[in-house]
């Protein structure tokens, strides 16, 4: 049975995840539905412990839920080995993380067919060129992480997410350790790559100057969805926000 | 600052257990040794105490300290005349004097064969029930009588099966073998174990019959009326005894301390082998220690820069680390020195299985639980405190920055400095070559100097050597060869502390394989060039040797000529010149030599015209000035009644291949000196050959042989090829120990690698996670894992072996005069170390691969 159709690439429904017993119970999740379309930037916002993180590595599959189902690229995660889990990130994941998001031991080069050597699967050398044609990073193959600058390091990941030709791309806080122009390279080349190749990407952040390069932003607030915005102005993240703010002020 | 570092054992219990097994296993090598140590000096005192229970002893007076003579293999020393016992026993002082009848002794046990002493003797003695005698056993059943009747010790009739009333066989000294009843089982009164030693008594008359047939002992026992001190008693014997006896009086108690001391001597020498292998071992341990204090520092940077940020001061973060390690150090030591104990104990039963009971308790002493709990506190702190000073000395700010992994301190120095010295042992190495003989202290030198050298120069060869070493993996298994080897160069210091262990083990098991081999091919090359007997006789299998009576009866061998190899003791004087210290004088029958049963190489004279002269080997007589047709003054069986003077031509200058320097005469010029008896107390044979006459059957002469000297039970009938394999097993014997304490350091050094992969998983947490997310499954990541363990592995086999092998090569060149002079590697053996290594390497890594694939995926992620 697949549940996931053309618009949609991961769909969760009734997804709860409760962190600790008792009375120290944190519910991170409290029973969310969504579903996020193909060919979308998603973007999901929230205050710190709204949940937002835990969303997403439920739907990555990098967390299990405590209860619910998730549906990533028509595959039900729930059913899922730790190998099948593994084969699937390799294949129809990619990832784009704050830090940590390269193995500083490799070059540039090396990191981005990294997932494919893992899957013991082919580069395909047109596919890669045009990704660091894009990306600008022709001139650093050869270089290590640690002398490449932040933003430099975050494209070599986006390139590294790309290569694999995933069916989704998760981005948590991708931009967050980022200045603003390094921060608009990488948001303009994640942009790019939904308008001009279809990729479906779905990013963390809490920088309203991300969610307004977003198709949709999906707002969470202890654990639930209290806001879903298409097409998404500036003013409009901010009303959004705003009006969680007042809330909490009232 | 105490309480967050006790803290940070409590909450880091896996890498606190690491660090505390590290210095446990140092500790437990060094404590193991001295209780080791303790344990046998121990025994040895002990046997000392109960044998040797006399007052006053008579020596002969040859300035020499006293040796029990079941510590020496070959009675080099002294002998006094039993004729002065009637001399002594009157004195008012004395209660009573008796002589020393003591020797080597062989036992048949009930099984039919004989009765193994597993390297302890295997001695005869008097036991008789006259109440003033030695009162070091007590008796069950009737002390033996005549020639017929034996006691025996009470472990060794436990090992021989035989108890009062059993009849079975003895050959006591060089006499036939005799069939003889057990009539009564002694014990120690102290209940001191003779270290395996097989003890049979009989009566004094059988005794003096078999080990003094001339009357020339080794010593004469004196005990002290009741109130007489020791002191007097011995001047009183002293002055009875006359100028031409050549004797001297020694009281118990100098002679126990003489005893004790000699043996010390001897067991010296296995004492600083177990040093070096301890010292080797904290050596590792160190390692370790320092490996895992570097990371647990590295790891709490951190947490120490929140230290400092909230207003810790340096001194405290590094007496915060420094403190860690000395509770570290201490519980360590602590289960080490037990550990240390166990590992006796277990060397304990390891020696009673093989038939050498040591002394009861493992030795619990003052020295042997502080000694090795200091040095592993005071290795712990140190270890700690070179990383905790660098902690110290972070900036918080800098600490507080994430992921500042890839910074490394320049190893520019340490290579350079290692490279010197590794070049200047490879050096010495050849200087060593060059210098043959006298190249010992040179090529002790180049061993320091290439371990040392190597060891420092580690870091800096490390990242290369991976990377070819992991070329081949790299090639075959895309991103895992060169993951592993990365992240082994990214840590090139700890990478090389961790190899170091492995390679200096790695450096004992090469040195120790080409020494094997090169030992078997010179016993090969040996028995081809001088050796053209058809049969060999050896003796060894007793202290004795070949006993007299079977070297008489073998003289009746029909369609062969049957000749003995013995050895006496003596000096020689050249004319005008100065006499020699104590040398090996070989007695030899001429008929063997030109048969052509044992080939010399002849510098100067003829071997045909060999007969009533004396051979000298040519680094004698250069030493000493003699040439071909010099006449020599040679002096046999010195300051014993027996010693002889006489003056024999110099008839033949040779040399050969691994017989050490000494001269020869022939058999016939021995035995018209001496007589019958004194020729058989005098000398030791430990060959024969036998040389079939043409024609004959040398199937039926060997059965012949055989029949003959098959009742003596120690003498072995070897063909060339048989003896050749015989002398490499002793060989090989005496390697299986060394081979043991070689494994037990490379075991530690095991650890080590253990050690170093499980603390890197932790520290990778994050990047692990990173890569599980992007798609490396549970199994990827072990099989990095074991790809980096097989590659540290491979780096210290690499390092340790060429190494061993290249030091361990020079040795030939040094030690052709000792009989090891062909030079042979075992390429196989080379090889199966290299796949040892990879073995010790892929062990090593699964723990820690299987710790890293636990690491949930998210976890590891949001790590720190």
Not at chain 1, 112 to 134: S, T
Not at chain 2, 57 to 65: A, K, N
Not at chain 2, 69 to 90: K, R, Y
Not at chain 2, 475 to 496: D, H, I, Q, Y
Request: proline share 4%; charged share 15%.
């Amino acid at each position: 049975m697949n549940t996931c159709d053309d618009v949609s690439v991961a769909k969760a429904t009734g997804l709860t995840k409760i962190y600790g017993k008792g009375e120290a119970a944190v519910h991170a999740l409290a029973g969310v539905d969504v579903e996020l379309g193909r060919g979308q930037l998603t973007a999901i916002m929230g205050p710190s412990g709204s949940g937002k993180s835990t969303l997403m590595h439920c739907l990555a599959g990098l967390d299990t839920p405590t209860d619910g189902s998730v549906w990533l690229a028509g595959a039900d995660l729930g059913s899922m080995s730790d190998r099948a889990l593994t084969a699937m990130r390799r294949t129809k994941v990619g990832f784009v993380f704050q830090a940590f998001n390269l193995v500083a031991t490799l070059t540039a080069e090396e990191n981005i067919v990294l997932p494919l050597q893992l899957a013991h699967a082919k580069v395909d050398q047109g596919w890669f060129d045009q990704i660091v044609d894009v990306l600008g990073l022709a001139s650093r193959l050869k270089h290590r992480p640690s002398q490449l600058s932040g933003g430099q390091q975050q494209r070599v990941a986006c390139a590294r997410a790309m290569v694999t030709k995933p069916a989704v791309i998760f981005g948590d806080e991708p931009t967050g350790n980022l200045d603003t122009a390094a921060s608009r390279d990488v948001l303009g080349f994640l942009r790019h790559s939904v308008d001009e190749l279809g990729q479906s990407l779905v990013v963390v952040t809490h920088d309203p100057g991300t969610a307004v390069f977003a198709d949709r932003v999906l707002f969470l607030k202890d654990g639930q969805v209290v806001d879903d915005l298409a097409n998404p102005t500036q003013a409009a993240v901010l009303g959004a926000l705003q009006a969680d703010v007042d809330q909490a002020v009232r | 600052m105490l309480r967050a570092a006790w803290r940070d054992v409590r909450f880091h219990p896996v890498r606190f257990a690491m660090s505390v097994l590290a210095v446990a296993l140092g500790v437990a090598f060094v404590s193991g040794t001295f209780a080791l140590r303790a344990m046998l000096s121990s025994t040895f005192d002990g046997i000392v105490d109960s044998t040797l229970d006399g007052d006053a002893y008579v020596l002969p007076d040859d300035g020499s300290t006293y040796m029990p003579p079941w510590m020496s293999e070959v009675n080099t020393d002294g002998m006094v005349a039993d004729s002065l016992v009637p001399l002594i026993t009157p004195l008012d002082e004395v209660a009573v004097a008796f002589a020393d009848y003591t020797g080597p002794v062989l036992l048949v046990g009930a099984d039919g064969t004989r009765v193994s002493s597993g390297g302890a003797p295997s001695m005869g003695l008097v036991v008789d029930d006259a109440a003033s005698r030695d009162q070091w056993f007590e008796i069950t059943g009737v002390a033996p009588r005549g020639e017929g009747q034996i006691a025996l010790e009470h472990l060794t009739a436990q090992k021989a099966g035989l108890g009062i009333g059993d009849t079975t066989t003895v050959v006591v000294a060089g006499q036939a073998p005799r069939e003889v009843v057990v009539t009564a089982i002694v014990s120690s009164t102290n209940g001191t174990p003779f270290a395996g030693a097989v003890v049979v008594g009989m009566d004094e008359e059988t005794a003096r019959a078999a080990y003094a047939p001339t009357g020339a002992v080794g010593t004469i026992v004196v005990r002290g009326a009741p109130g007489t001190s020791q002191g007097d008693l011995a001047r009183a014997v002293a002055a009875v005894l006359p100028p031409e006896a050549n004797a001297t009086v020694k009281t118990g108690d100098t002679l126990r301390a003489e005893a004790r001391e000699s043996i010390n001597a001897e067991l010296g020498f296995v004492s600083m082998f177990l040093m070096v292998f301890a010292v080797i071992a904290l050596f590792v341990g160190g390692f370790i220690i320092a490996n895992t204090f570097a990371m647990v520092v590295r790891q709490r940077l951190r947490e120490t820069a929140v230290l400092r940020a909230v207003g810790a001061s340096r001194r405290q973060v590094f007496a915060s680390f420094v403190a860690q390690a000395a509770i570290v150090g201490l519980l360590g030591s602590v289960v080490g020195v037990g550990a240390g104990f166990g590992l006796v104990a277990i060397i304990r039963q390891v020696f009673a299985a093989i038939g050498m009971a040591l002394s009861g308790a493992v030795p619990v002493t003052v020295s042997g639980l502080v000694v090795p709990v200091t040095v592993g506190v005071v290795v712990s702190m140190v270890a700690a405190a070179l990383p905790a000073r660098r902690a110290s000395r972070t900036a918080p700010v800098e600490a507080m920055r994430p992921d500042s992994q890839d910074t490394q301190r320049s190893t520019w120095l340490r290579g350079t400095l290692g490279s010197v010295m590794t070049l200047a042992g490879v050096g010495c190495l050849v200087g060593a070559h060059r210098a043959g003989d006298s190249g010992g202290p040179l090529l002790g030198a180049a061993a320091g100097l290439i371990l040392v050298g190597l060891v420092v120069a580690a870091p800096a060869l490390a990242p290369t050597v991976v990377r070819v070493l992991a070329a081949p993996v790299a090639a075959v298994s895309k991103p895992f060869g060169t993951l592993a080897s990365r992240n082994l160069a990214r840590n090139r210091r700890r990478t090389a502390s961790t190899a170091a262990a492995l390679m200096i083990g790695m450096a004992l098991v090469g040195a120790t394989t080409v020494l094997a081999s090169s030992a078997r091919a010179s016993v090969d090359d040996l028995i081809g060039t001088q050796i053209d007997a058809d049969l060999l006789l050896d003796g060894n299998a007793s202290a004795s040797g070949i006993p007299a009576a079977a070297v008489d009866a073998l003289a009746d061998v029909d369609d062969a000529e049957v000749a003995m190899v013995s050895i006496a003791f003596g000096t020689i004087q050249p004319a005008g010149g100065s006499a020699s210290d104590l040398i090996q004088v070989g007695v030899m029958n001429p008929t063997l030599i030109t048969r052509g049963a044992f080939v010399p190489t002849i510098i100067s004279g003829d071997l045909a015209s060999f007969d009533e002269g004396i051979a000298v080997s040519e680094p004698v007589a250069k030493r000493m000035g003699i040439a071909f047709g010099d006449q020599v003054t040679v002096t046999l069986a010195r300051n014993t009644p027996l010693e002889t003077t006489t003056v024999l031509p110099v008839q033949l200058v040779y040399t050969t291949k691994g017989t050490s320097e000494d001269v020869v005469v022939a058999e016939q010029t021995m035995r018209s000196l001496f007589g019958p008896d004194a020729y058989a107390q005098v000398v030791t044979t430990w060959q024969g050959y036998v040389i079939v006459d043409p024609g004959a059957d040398p199937a039926a002469v060997r059965a012949q042989v055989v029949d003959i000297v098959a009742p003596y039970m120690v003498v072995s009938v070897m063909d060339a090829e048989e003896f050749a394999s015989y002398l490499s097993n002793q060989v090989q014997d005496l390697l299986k120990i060394i081979y043991a304490l070689i494994a037990l350091s490379l075991v530690i050094a095991v650890l080590g690698v253990i050690n170093t992969l499980a603390l890197s998983v932790l520290e990778r947490t994050s990047e692990i996670g990173m890569m599980r997310a992007v798609g490396m499954g549970r199994g990827q990541l072990g099989w990095t894992m074991v790809v980096e363990g097989v590659l540290v592995a491979s780096l210290g086999a690499v390092l340790g072996v060429s190494a061993g092998v290249g030091i361990a090569s020079v040795i030939p060149s040094i030690a052709e005069s000792v009989g090891l002079g062909v030079l042979s590697i075992s390429w196989p053996s080379v090889v199966s170390l290299f796949a040892g290594a990879v073995v010790v390497g892929v062990l090593a890594a699964l723990w820690p691969a299987a710790r890293a694939a636990r690491v949930p995926v998210l976890q590891a992620l949001v790590y720190e």
